[in-house]
């Protein structure tokens, strides 16, 4: 059994949410919970949050950097932009998304769909809707606690990321980082955040999987994510449309040390 956890990123200063529609082909609330263990905490009773205060628990940033490690190594995710006017409609706009995304990957495995809380005005209009898209082999859990749901908290980080990136493309983060170990650049490299956050992040986008090749080093390298793993609402004005679009409608694959 496969799984989508869906999350959201809000930003009131920027006017858009961001919601993550994070996909998997197994269960890894037995791994999250190992992080979280490995760390400290009681998987129980705690979890990682994109908010967290890494000043004030250090430890939460070595959680936040081996999810990382496990969403690079076992999901997919597509990303849909709301205005944040429409906040109230995240959950509608991400069963709009993730319907694109299952029929333009191609996706025909069962699929458990795992809404973090908040995501929809009531249990009844959430149901409703899903009844209205009659996507097959889907079931559909709402109203989860991350918690218990704890692939939920790979979305969480996922929707954070992807409004950084956003954010930056707008002009709005100017925050410089040290390239790191294993990054392909020297360590004490200083880069953008956004950048530095794109070059691992964008391998697990759900993308198109072929295309003509025309001997060209970019061009080869470029795939097409909109509309596989991308989802504008159609309530974006032409302003966000476009920096989503200018964002995140492609992705270079090849290498970009």
Known sequence: MSQFYIDDSVHDETGFVIGACVYSNHDLS????????????????SEFKSSANYRKEPQMAIVRDDLRQLFGDTCKFGIVVIPRNERGGLGFECLYGINEFIK????????????????????????????NLSLANCNFHFEQNSIAIRGLQLADMTAHTASIILKEKMGLITKMVKAG????????????????????????????????????????????????????????????????????????LGCIH
Not at 30 to 45: E, H, M, P
Not at 110 to 122: A, E, N, R
Not at 193 to 205: I, T, V
């Open 104 to 131: 333009h990957n191609g996706l025909t495995d069962p699929i458990d769909l795992y809404f973090d809380q908040g995501l929809f005005p009531s249990m009844e209009k959430a149901n409703q809707a899903a009844k």
């Open 181 to 252: 170990e294993n990054s392909g650049y020297d360590p004490d490299l200083d880069m953008e955040l956004g950048f530095e956050m794109w070059a691992s992040f964008r391998y697990n986008f759900f993308h198109e999987k072929s295309k003509k090749v025309v001997d060209d080093p970019i061009t080869d390298f470029t795939f097409k994510i909109d509309p596989f793993g991308l989802y504008i609402a159609k309530t974006c004005d032409a302003k966000l449309s476009q920096y989503a679009k200018d964002t995140f409608a492609e992705v270079y």
């Open 30 to 45: 037995t791994q999250i919970a190992d992080i979280l263990i490995q760390s400290g905490y009681d998987s129980n009773i």
